[in-house]
């Protein structure tokens, strides 16, 4: 249990330096987002993917060990969890599996935070994007741009007084 219980730590450190690192990535992606650059902004998704699937080998692996453990506490796999191990953890083991959890949940949490920032920001972005177009385009009824229901553009479309005609 206690090679085990090395493991899972081990793992949990792993895990915890991914998501720092995956941290670091959404200050890059805001930045990359409020400065407008999509080249760094590909760039920095592709690197959060990799990541994302980082994280996957290291869950799948604890995943594997929880079980390990679990016959050896006699608990079913479902019902173990990082909190319940460390209850059947010697008082050094414990300490640090609840020092990494803690990390863990702190980070998850500043991560879901700073994605919700993102999101907004890509949100605004988009209706800027979608405002300033109108504009140019000189639509009176924004409305008025949608296609039918068939598929093609509306009939009774008004005609551009804009800068530009939609038609590039």
Same mark, same amino acid.
């Given at each position: 249990?206690? &090679?085990?219980?090395?493991?899972?730590?081990?793992?949990?450190?792993? &895990?915890? #330096?991914?998501?720092?690192?995956?941290?670091?990535?959404?200050?890059?992606? /805001?930045?990359?987002?409020?400065?407008?650059?999509?080249?760094?902004?590909?760039?920095?998704?592709?690197? &959060?993917?990799?990541?994302?699937? &980082?994280?996957? /080998?290291?869950?799948?692996?604890?995943?594997?060990?929880? @079980?390990?453990?679990?016959?050896?506490?006699?608990?079913?796999?479902?019902?173990?969890?990082? *909190?319940?191990?460390?209850?059947?953890?010697?008082? @050094?083991? /414990?300490? +640090?599996?609840?020092?990494?959890?803690?990390?863990?949940?702190?980070?998850?949490?500043? !991560?879901?935070?700073?994605?919700?920032?993102? /999101? +907004?920001?890509?949100? +605004? !972005?988009? +209706?800027?994007?979608?405002?300033?177009?109108?504009?140019?385009?000189? *639509?009176?009824?924004?409305?008025?741009?949608?296609?039918? #229901?068939?598929?093609?553009?509306?009939? @009774?479309?008004?005609?551009?007084?804009?800068?530009?005609?939609?038609?590039?």
């Amino acid at each position: 249990m206690r &090679q085990a219980l090395k493991e899972l730590c081990a793992m949990l450190i792993e &895990q915890k #330096a991914v998501l720092s690192h995956m941290l670091e990535l959404s200050k890059q992606e /805001r930045q990359a987002i409020s400065s407008g650059d999509s080249v760094e902004l590909e760039s920095v998704v592709r690197l &959060q993917l990799r990541e994302l699937s &980082q994280l996957g /080998r290291i869950e799948k692996r604890r995943a594997a060990l929880n @079980d390990a453990i679990a016959s050896e506490l006699g608990i079913t796999g479902q019902k173990l969890t990082v *909190s319940a191990i460390a209850l059947k953890a010697k008082p @050094d083991e /414990r300490k +640090e599996i609840v020092a990494l959890q803690t990390e863990l949940t702190e980070l998850v949490h500043q !991560h879901n935070a700073l994605n919700l920032e993102n /999101r +907004e920001l890509i949100k +605004e !972005h988009l +209706e800027y994007s979608e405002a300033m177009i109108e504009l140019m385009t000189g *639509s009176d009824d924004p409305l008025n741009n949608f296609y039918g #229901a068939n598929g093609k553009a509306t009939g @009774d479309r008004k005609t551009s007084t804009g800068l530009f005609n939609r038609h590039a």
